[in-house]
T-cell receptor
Framework: DAMVIQNPRYQVTQFGKPVTLSCSQT?????MYWYQQKSSQAPKLLFH???????NEADTPDNFQSRRPNTSFCFLDIRSPGLGDAAMYLC?????????FGPGTRLTVL | DAKTTQPNSMESNEEEPVHLPCNHS???????IHWYRQLPSQGPEYVIH???SNVNNRMASLAIAEDRKSSTLILHRATLRDAAVYYC????????????FGKGTLLTVNP
């Protein structure tokens, strides 16, 4: 089945240690998104790619970066994770009127 | 993006219809009304969307008020699997389809 895959599902990192979360898709969609969802809160958009064009949300911290080497893959890099960055990170794709979400990666920062 | 207002929580019984309201009094003419839901420990999933006319699909129905200032998501027969947070989101027709999630409505379905 066509889908959005996120690896790993659970990630533990140490305070200040860079971490990369991965997302891949088999839907061949041109738009990919990264959301952050903290406990008991709604998902919050960090940035998105329209093909190779990167679009950062105004309030996304500089600590968060992203790469999209090709249509299928997108990465979220957190350069120096703080305790406040512990959250579920959701990847999504879309082609027109619907977003397809992956299962998320739960990040723990020790 | 125009804002939406939803009740924090609602409760329903299994196999009964559920009507989830959403107010969007500042909606503009080009805003589409989208509904997503998020089941526990999962990513959100698309439910339905519309612009002016009522819409039906295999998951739900969307009833849109004539003045478009409110809408209602209708689950015709709630199941335990429908227990989730339901989000009503307005999306400008000319945007890159970005979702701005509000707090949503937590739906509890009783057996």
């Amino acid at each position: 089945d066509a889908m959005v895959i996120q690896n790993p599902r659970y990630q533990v990192t140490q305070f200040g240690k860079p971490v990369t979360l991965s997302c891949s898709q088999t839907l061949n969609h041109n738009v990919m998104y990264w959301y952050q969802q903290k406990s008991s809160q709604a998902p919050k958009l960090l940035f998105h790619y329209y093909d190779k064009d990167f679009n950062n949300e105004a309030d996304t911290p500089d600590n968060f970066q992203s790469r999209r080497p090709n249509t299928s893959f997108c990465f979220l890099d957190i350069r120096s994770p703080g305790l406040g960055d512990a959250a579920m990170y959701l990847c999504a794709t879309s082609s027109s009127n619907e977003q397809f979400f992956g299962p998320g990666t739960r990040l723990t920062v020790l | 993006d125009a804002k939406t207002t939803q009740p924090n929580s609602m409760e329903s019984n299994e196999e009964e219809p559920v009507h989830l309201p959403c107010n969007h009094s500042t909606i503009s003419g080009t805003d589409y009304i989208h509904w997503y839901r998020q089941l526990p420990s999962q990513g959100p999933e698309y439910v339905i969307h519309g612009l002016t006319s009522n819409v039906n699909n295999r998951m739900a129905s969307l009833a849109i008020a004539e003045d478009r200032k409110s809408s209602t998501l209708i689950l015709h027969r709630a199941t335990l699997r429908d227990a989730a947070v339901y989000y009503c989101i307005l999306i400008w027709g000319g945007s890159n389809y970005k979702l701005t999630f509000g707090k949503g409505t937590l739906l509890t379905v009783n057996p």
